[in-house]
């Protein structure tokens, strides 16, 4: 899932300075689950402004609604004449929904409510970790399903590297070294011949928007279009 | 077109001997001509380092012109944190075109050691892979891409091996790995623990490996018992065995540094009759002025010439 952490408040609430109504949109997908924008969240962030902005003088109004994805028009619509009445939006879904919801109303100023961090997993309650930067050339399959790009410092492809230190990465003691980790998970498996072959330079694709149109998709269009 | 010093020295079946210059932190040229000074005439070729512990230093190609200038043969270190596969083969274009001829091929250490912990480091391409990039430049005359060098760059490539770090078994693959991508010759960490080094060495012997590649092994002299304690607890990769701080906390501590140079004559001498081992890599780190007397006591003067 997409990881997010929320905003510090103190930036959020400067972001709103000259907002007298504002809309905190949560999204009940990714950063619900790591508790950082579902509905809890919302409520949480808006009684937060509702005291420091009366404490100020400068009271605000606040709205609140969440959806199952903001990341999907389907759902969006929910707001749709809703969101009018506001005159600022906080948007506590991933970059990804902030951004949809920003094109949906392009005349509302929408303000990032979270810090979307990484693509992760959910280790416990309240603890993720990052597992996958979407590099766009996966190859886990050499190396044991565990992903240096995201897990070795150094991103590298054919390590470890002369760093590594009983186990751990060399920049931080408690950081497993992700070399250290596919070496032995490769060696119990017999499958060290697949790491002894030299990785070629990868094929970075995330260095420019990237969409993807499965092949039912483009064929349905060109049906439409005859 | 000069031939570098080092392969010239090394395919000669001499047993190699090359220094190591850290550029200053600014444009000071004195600074390198001062280091330099204590370099000519006693080592084969010196490592320039390219930001070193990830701090913001004089550029490795532009200190490596002025140590040329000094005298010196200089052994262009790059390493991938910095810039991408663009920047990196115009860099070796120009690197050539200004007449150096060897270089060492690094991941260099990750950029949260350094002054600059904000920044991005690069790593576009791994040390595996730049070491096949420069080979790919001079074997085949072309970029990475494929597209045709116009003169190629025909360097003298060299890599690191750390014999130390875990996973200890697969460390002589990795060594196998860097000579398939193309390494001439290999410079190890620096070294203390002597039997993990044999034992290395024996393991690469045994693969055929050191018949394909030079080895050079690291050797730095322990300038004081802070300076080992420090070694063995901060470095990252760093193997200080106990015998090695006894040693030196056995002795006065104004005898601390020559007992250091001791040990590092001892395990040159060593080296000289390794089999498997065609040279010495010595890191006298910040220490460069000792490197005429270290020479001298580890009998490798007069360099040869060839
Ligand atoms: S290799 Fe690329 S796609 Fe695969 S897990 Fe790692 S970052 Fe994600
Ligand atoms: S120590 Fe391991 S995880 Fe850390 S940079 Fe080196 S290879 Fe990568």
């Given at each position: 899932m997409i990881v997010a952490e929320r905003k510090p408040f103190q930036e959020i609430k400067d972001m709103l300075k000259d907002a007298k109504k504002v809309l905190t949109v949560g999204c009940g997908t990714c950063v619900a689950v790591c508790l950082a924008g579902g509905s809890k969240e919302v409520g949480v962030l808006n009684a937060e402004l509702k005291i420091a902005r009366k404490l100020e003088g400068k009271p605000i109004e606040l709205g609140a609604a969440t959806v199952e994805r903001q990341c999907d028009r389907e759902f969006l619509a929910e707001l749709d004449g809703v969101i009018?009445?506001?005159d600022a939006v906080v948007s506590m879904a991933c970059g990804v929904g902030i951004q949809f919801l920003a094109e949906r109303y392009p005349q509302i100023p929408v303000f990032p409510?979270?810090?979307?961090t990484f693509m992760g997993a959910n280790q416990d309650v309240g603890w993720y970790e990052e597992r996958c930067r979407g590099c766009g050339t996966c190859f886990l399959g050499i190396t044991g399903g565990i992903c240096p790009v995201t897990m070795c410092a150094k991103g590298l492809q054919n390590g470890p590297c002369g760093g590594t230190n009983n186990g751990s990465c060399e920049i931080n003691q408690d950081q497993p070294c992700a070399w250290q980790a596919i070496y032995e998970r490769l060696a119990k498996q017999g499958r060290l011949a697949s790491i002894m072959a030299i990785c070629p330079p990868t094929d970075w694709r995330n260095q420019i928007p990237r969409t993807i149109v499965q092949p039912g998709y483009a064929k349905r269009k060109q049906l439409l279009a005859k | 077109m000069t031939e570098s010093n080092l392969k010239k020295i090394l395919d000669a079946g001499h047993f190699a001997f090359t220094g190591e210059l850290g550029p200053p932190?600014?444009?000071?040229?004195a600074a390198i001509m001062e280091k330099a000074k204590f370099l000519v005439g006693n080592v084969d070729s010196v490592n320039i380092t390219d930001n070193q512990t990830a701090m913001v230093r004089m550029s490795s190609w532009g200190a490596s012109l002025i140590a040329m200038q000094a005298g010196l043969e200089p052994n262009y270190q790059m390493v991938c944190r910095d810039r991408n596969r663009l920047a990196m083969q115009a860099d070796i274009l120009g690197a050539w075109a200004h007449g150096i001829r060897n270089m060492l091929c690094l991941s260099g250490d990750?950029?949260?050691?350094?002054?600059?912990?904000?920044s991005k480091g690069v790593f576009d391409i791994d040390s595996m892979q730049l070491i096949g990039m420069v080979r790919k430049m001079r074997?085949?005359?072309?970029?990475?891409?494929g597209g045709d060098i116009d003169d190629s760059p025909k360097m003298f490539i060299g890599a690191a091996a750390n014999?130390?770090?875990?996973p200890f078994d697969w460390r002589v693959h990795r060594l196998a790995k860097k000579i398939q991508a193309g390494a001439d010759f290999v410079q190890t960490q620096c070294i203390f623990n002597m039997d993990k080094m044999r034992r290395w060495v024996q393991q690469a012997n045994d693969m055929g490996l050191t018949e394909k590649v030079y080895i050079l092994a690291g050797v730095t002299p322990m300038k004081s018992l802070g300076m080992a304690r420090y070694m063995k607890l901060k470095v990252p990769g760093m193997d200080v065995p106990d015998d090695i701080i006894d040693r030196i906390k056995g002795v006065d501590k104004k005898k601390q540094a020559d007992e250091g140079i001791r040990i590092a004559c001892e395990q040159i001498q060593e080296f000289k009759e390794m089999k498997g081992v065609a040279g010495v890599h010595l890191m006298a780190i910040e220490w460069e002025h000792r490197v005429p007397e270290i020479a001298e006591r580890a009998k490798v003067l007069p360099r040869p010439k060839v």
């Open positions: 009018d009445r506001y409510g979270v810090n979307t | 932190r600014g444009a000071n040229v990750h950029q949260q050691f350094g002054d600059h912990p904000q074997d085949e005359g072309k970029f990475l891409s014999p130390f770090a875990e």
